[in-house]
């Protein structure tokens, strides 16, 4: 259970101690979790920041107490009812609804029961799902690609499949195989390395398989009922969607209708930003990019900025405004920096374009804010993403969004409109990751129509940057632990390593070094708060560990495993060296 409330506030420390007093009793059946803050002003504060999200939108007083999102108890004349009615001592009744779904009438006389805005990995999910739990359910997905600004346009299967994850993961893979060859030679391999590589070659291939998925995507769409239309949408009313392409526009109407438009890239903002691509683009580009301008800092930028350098068509160099990957652990950060510039990737700190120009010659003048200039071959600009909402016409259906970044609000992917849902990265405030969305749109298609009471739960959730020494991350990252728990509570195990494949080729990696990180809660027996890794397969690595963290970690579960001896993951199985001790991190042996 969870109670929130300010110090001076006389309700909220009685329905406190009620609750710690019923958790003594009830040590199996509750657990009890405080937010207290100082004052009444910072409550309300926080209050009008979170109550939407716990699922308590008129909520204005205090105490607040709920169970999990969508399940509310109340303030405190029904927290202190509640706890009236079990002081008896009778096991407590712990509130059990399917949360935040509407009313469901199998007799509505509307053209489907689902309706899924979006083709991407949550939607195609969603509505597969769907089908799966019922296939009497009638099921409609809608997918429509705008072209990018550059004209760029792709089939069914959303950002992931096309201008995402995929090519992305395919294209390091192709600048990982270069380098490969490169320490080939020390381990014996003659023949020499031709330092060639066919741009054409890899996007063929790359696109190939692409349009394969969008066939498979169609094909398993037909043979499991869902009506699968290839127009854009927006909202006329809660239940009703106009269609449309270049032949006209119809109207459809769904009982339920969820949302799964996902994002777009942010435009540059400078003179000259219409010449300029973004990563809608990049993966089709018929030519190769050559000597690119990345601007931006987050995982996206970065990614490209290493797979184009790993290509050896011509140098990168990186615009940052501000920091590098903000939000992950800066420990890791800094090492996939060093990983870049060693790779060759030039990176600006604290410098924006501010004019991009075509020259005669074709190739693009940059203007930099420190006031240098460079011609390059390609800009990419990969400044974030903002939601695919603004053509939906959300206002006029009373569908609430966020001012700042056009996401919708929602309470377990329920939106202000009790029977329009919506997952993915148009959901304000969620990961903007493809497993999160699959996941999020199988268990509303569960609740929607299986009766299920599963929610998605969206912390500790593991993530991997692909860079050239890839970052694996899940949990806290230690600035974020200090945050929450304080930094005379927080300590690290470190460890600065190279892996044996580095060792025989060890010139060809001179200066850099793999990190990986234990977070831990020294004031809660070592529990685990976040792992983290910097090394090459970190996805692969993070992935196995990412299981065992959501179960519940403390470090001498990983020092009392064995590990599987010579390999990078057995690092986290002997790594000892706290970050407090001063001593330093840099393994010695094997």
């Not at 009497?136 to 994850?165: I, Q």
């Not at 683009?281 to 018929?286: G, I």
């Not at 804010?369 to 695919?388: C, K």
Request: hydrophobic letters at 40%.
């Amino acid at each position: 259970m969870f109670i929130a409330g300010y110090s001076t506030c006389s309700e909220f420390q009685q329905i406190k101690a009620a609750l710690n007093g019923l958790q003594a009793i009830f040590p199996q059946e509750i657990q009890v979790e405080v937010l207290e803050v100082n004052s009444r002003e910072e409550y309300f504060s926080w209050l009008d920041n979170n109550k939407n999200n716990i699922g308590a939108p008129n909520h204005s007083e205090s105490p607040l107490v709920w169970f999990e999102p969508g399940i509310v108890l109340g303030g405190y004349n029904e927290s202190l009812a509640w706890c009236k009615s079990i002081f008896s001592g009778n096991v407590p009744n712990i509130p059990r609804s399917i949360p935040n779904v509407d009313p469901w009438n199998p007799s509505h006389d509307y053209d489907y029961d689902l309706i899924v805005i979006g083709g991407g990995s949550g939607g195609l999910a969603c509505a597969k799902e769907a089908v799966t739990i019922n296939p009497e359910l009638r099921v409609c997905l809608l997918d429509f690609v705008k072209p990018s600004p550059a004209g760029s346009k792709w089939g069914l299967g959303g950002t992931c499949v096309n201008v995402g994850c995929i090519p992305k993961k395919l294209m390091h893979t192709a600048a990982v195989y270069g380098d490969h060859a490169k320490d080939a030679a020390l381990y014996g391999w003659e023949g020499g390395v031709t330092n060639t590589h066919s741009w054409e070659t890899l996007k063929n291939n790359t696109q190939d398989h692409i349009k394969g998925l969008n066939f498979g995507y169609r094909v398993e769409l037909r043979e499991k009922g869902v009506t699968y239309v290839n127009k854009l949408a927006k909202f006329i009313d809660a239940h009703t969607l106009e269609v449309s392409d270049k032949k006209g526009a119809k109207t459809i109407t769904g009982a339920r209708i969820v949302v799964a438009v996902g994002g777009r890239p942010t435009p540059l903002q400078c003179e000259g930003s219409d010449l300029a691509i973004s990563s809608d683009d990049l993966f089709m580009k018929s030519e190769p990019p050559g000597k690119t301008c990345v601007v931006g800092a987050g995982y996206v930028a970065l990614e490209c900025a290493g797979f184009i350098q790993g290509l050896k068509q011509a140098n990168v160099t990186v615009l940052v405004r501000s920091i590098l990957l903000r939000g992950f652990d800066r420990d890791l950060v800094n090492a996939v920096h060093e990983s870049l510039t060693h790779h060759g990737v030039v990176i600006k700190e604290g410098v924006l374009p501010t004019k991009i120009t075509k020259q005669p010659n074709g190739k693009l003048l940059v203007t930099i804010s420190d006031g240098t200039q460079d011609e390059f071959d390609t800009v990419l600009g990969a400044v974030g993403r903002y939601a695919d909402t603004p053509g939906l016409n959300l206002p006029a259906v009373g569908v609430q969004t966020d001012p700042k970044n056009g996401k919708i609000i929602c309470v377990n992917e329920q939106t202000s409109v009790p029977n329009i849902y919506a997952i993915g990265d148009v959901v304000n405030g969620v990961p903007e990751l493809t497993p999160a969305a699959i996941k999020a749109g199988i268990l509303l298609a569960r609740r929607l129509f299986g009766a299920s009471h599963e929610v998605m739960d969206y912390s500790k959730i593991a993530t991997t940057v692909f860079t050239p020494l890839e970052l694996g991350t899940v949990g806290l990252t230690e600035e974020a632990a200090i945050e929450k728990y304080g930094a005379e509570n927080i300590d690290c195990v470190v460890s600065s390593f190279q892996p044996l494949e580095w060792t025989v080729a060890h010139d060809n990696h001179e200066g850099v070094h793999c990190t990986a990180k234990i977070v831990l809660n020294i004031s809660n027996d070592k529990e685990v708060l976040g792992l983290h890794i910097a090394a090459p397969n970190a996805g692969e690595i993070i992935q196995g560990l990412a299981v065992a963290f959501r179960k519940g970690l403390k470090h001498r579960d990983l020092l009392d495993t064995v590990g599987i001896h010579p390999t990078t993951a057995e690092e986290f199985t002997t790594m000892s060296v706290l970050k407090s001790s001063g001593a330093s991190a840099e393994k010695k042996g094997c």
